[in-house]
Nanobody, 117 residues
Framework: QVHLQESGPGLVEPSHTLSLTCTVS??????????WNWIRQPPGKGLEWIGY???????YYSPSLKSRTSISRNTANITVWLQMVSLKPEDTAVYYC?????????WGQGTQVTVSS
């Protein structure tokens, strides 16, 4: 059974860079037809898709976040990273790592990120 675990700094100052890690167990990042997503949920709002990295390394981002976002991976250690630059208070949210595959979507538990000085 796949398990996803997000980790990150918790509190980030405005204009700084956010780096989040998703550690994966029970699956392989490079197995075909896997899509590793980052999704967030601001307080009191719905889910917002940020982007994904595919099993072949291709990436695709939300147009509204593309200029500030990068998703990468380490296949050896089964890790997926999210980097977001020039953070704003409205980037405050719970950030989730998810896996899409034939069997459906699996979610991590999420990690809270607060952007504040």
């Amino acid at each position: 059974q796949v398990h996803l675990q997000e980790s990150g700094p918790g509190l980030v100052e405005p204009s700084h860079t956010l780096s989040l890690t998703c550690t994966v167990s029970g699956d392989s990042i490079s197995t075909e037809y896997r899509f590793w997503n980052w999704i967030r949920q601001p307080p009191g709002k719905g889910l917002e898709w940020i982007g994904y990295i595919a099993y072949d390394g291709d990436t695709y981002y939300s147009p509204s976040l593309k200029s500030r976002t990068s998703i990468s991976r380490n296949t050896a250690n089964i890790t997926v990273w999210l980097q977001m630059v020039s953070l704003k208070p409205e980037d405050t949210a719970v950030y989730y790592c998810t896996l899409d595959r034939m069997e459906g979507r699996s979610w991590g538990q999420g990690t809270q990120v607060t952007v504040s000085s």
